[in-house]
């Protein structure tokens, strides 16, 4: 039962990760993520290591307060009209449990929609969460999205999937 119980938790906690960047609490979203925490969009599936290829984002911690940073400052003028996203999950499949030190791994499928002044953006993607118990919560070690047309053209994308 307890499994269960840690199950839900985290993907309880993938929902809710989702759900602020739908709503734009972009730094509350930054403070889900440990001090080694990773976001990571490789350019192909079969890429592992974060540092052997080029990526389309590989953003540490540093990186990402630079980008929650952007999003809300008055004068990010390509942010001019507000950029609102909206992310439509499968629910999140438990690939372990609190194994490998702690670490639990999850993946989900998704479409992300972006829109800003009339340009709207549809992609899919499959993202693979790695998380640390941090109290009575989770921390993002790695969330790492897997675009399904990530080998094709892609247009600006201005926030996070």
């Excluded at 640390?132 to 990530?150: D, H, T």
Aim: charged residues 25%.
């Amino acid at each position: 039962m307890q499994t269960l119980d840690i199950q839900s938790q985290l993907v309880a906690f993938v929902y809710a990760e989702s759900r602020m960047l739908d709503e734009g609490r972009y730094r509350d979203w930054y403070d889900l993520f440990a001090d080694d925490g990773v976001y990571w969009v490789p350019t192909r599936p079969e890429h592992t290591e974060r540092d052997a290829q080029v990526a389309i984002a590989l953003e540490n911690k540093m990186l990402l307060a630079l980008r929650v940073e952007r999003l809300s400052h008055p004068r990010a003028f390509s942010l001019q009209p507000k950029v609102r996203c909206m992310h439509v999950m499968q629910q999140p499949e438990v690939l372990c449990a609190d194994a490998d030190g702690g670490l639990s791994k999850l993946s989900t499928q998704l479409v992300y929609m972006e829109h800003q002044a009339g340009r709207q953006i549809v992609l899919g993607a499959r993202a693979f969460y790695t998380l640390r118990p941090a109290g009575a919560s989770f921390q993002i070690v790695e969330k790492r999205v897997e675009l399904l047309n990530s080998d094709d053209f892609l247009p600006a994308i201005q926030l996070f999937i």
